[in-house]
T-cell receptor
Framework: NAGVMQNPRHLVRRRGQEARLRCSPM?????VYWYRQLPEEGLKFMVY????????ESGMPKERFSAEFPKEGPSILRIQQVVRGDSAAYFC?????????????FGPGTRLTVT | SQKIEQNSEALNIQEGKTATLTCNYT??????LQWYRQDPGRGPVFLLL?????KEKRKERLKVTFDTTLKQSLFHITASQPADSATYLC???????????FGTGTRLQVTL
């Protein structure tokens, strides 16, 4: 049973380009979360999605960031017009039940470097 | 303001001893508290979950306590091994929120 998959593992973008990060949840999981981890900082919640719905985007910057989880295919976190401050590790997690006590299963992360 | 505090200094202990990590929180009323392990360059791995009405939870060499009066959780690893060396994160989940809020983690180093 494959775990949470993220790709690419490493992504380099120049300032002003778009970054597109993909996440495939564990089989049977329909809840996806995105977190950002800056060097020497903790994981910060960004957004929580279910299939075709954004449930909680309270941690998403208001501009340039968007996320989706279509009926078919992986969840996508999109960052438009990247800036140096967007350089971080982005982790996706999935769970079997969303608003619950269930543990979240994390992917290996995508490390974004903006040059 | 809301805060989750974990000891930012690394914890160094000798193999075979018990490691105890602390998680303190303020201005939260968490329904659940979780502990994760994170190795360098990898995503966090779930270890244990404890509910607000539970005082203690065990899993093999791991034990978690949850004191809602002190607003503190303690995470213990007994008979520690070098393979236990990692960063350990605590995370809060309030009953009505859909997200986990993480502490910054404590790095544990177990030496021979």
């Amino acid at each position: 049973n494959a775990g949470v998959m993220q790709n690419p593992r490493h992504l380099v973008r120049r300032r002003g380009q778009e970054a597109r990060l993909r996440c495939s949840p564990m089989k049977g999981h329909s809840h996806v979360y995105w977190y950002r981890q800056l060097p020497e900082e903790g994981l910060k919640f960004m957004v929580y999605l279910q299939k075709e719905n954004i449930i909680d985007e309270s941690g998403m910057p208001k501009e340039r960031f968007s996320a989706e989880f279509p009926k078919e295919g992986p969840s996508i976190l999109r960052i438009q017009q990247v800036v140096r401050g967007d350089s971080a590790a982005y982790f996706c997690a999935s769970s079997y039940q969303g608003v619950s006590a269930y543990e979240q299963y994390f992917g290996p992360g995508t490390r974004l470097t903006v040059t | 303001s809301q805060k989750i505090e974990q000891n930012s200094e690394a914890l160094n202990i000798q193999e075979g001893k018990t490691a105890t990590l602390t998680c303190n929180y303020t201005n939260y009323s968490p329904a659940y508290l979780q502990w994760y392990r994170q190795d360098p360059g990898r995503g966090p791995v779930f270890l244990l979950l404890i509910r607000e009405n539970e005082k203690e939870k065990r899993k093999e060499r791991l034990k978690v306590t949850f004191d809602t009066t002190l607003k503190q959780s303690l995470f213990h690893i007994t008979a520690s091994q070098p393979a236990d060396s990692a960063t350990y994160l605590c995370a809060l989940h309030t009953g009505t929120a859909s997200k986990l809020t993480f502490g910054t983690g404590t790095r544990l180093q177990v030496t021979l």
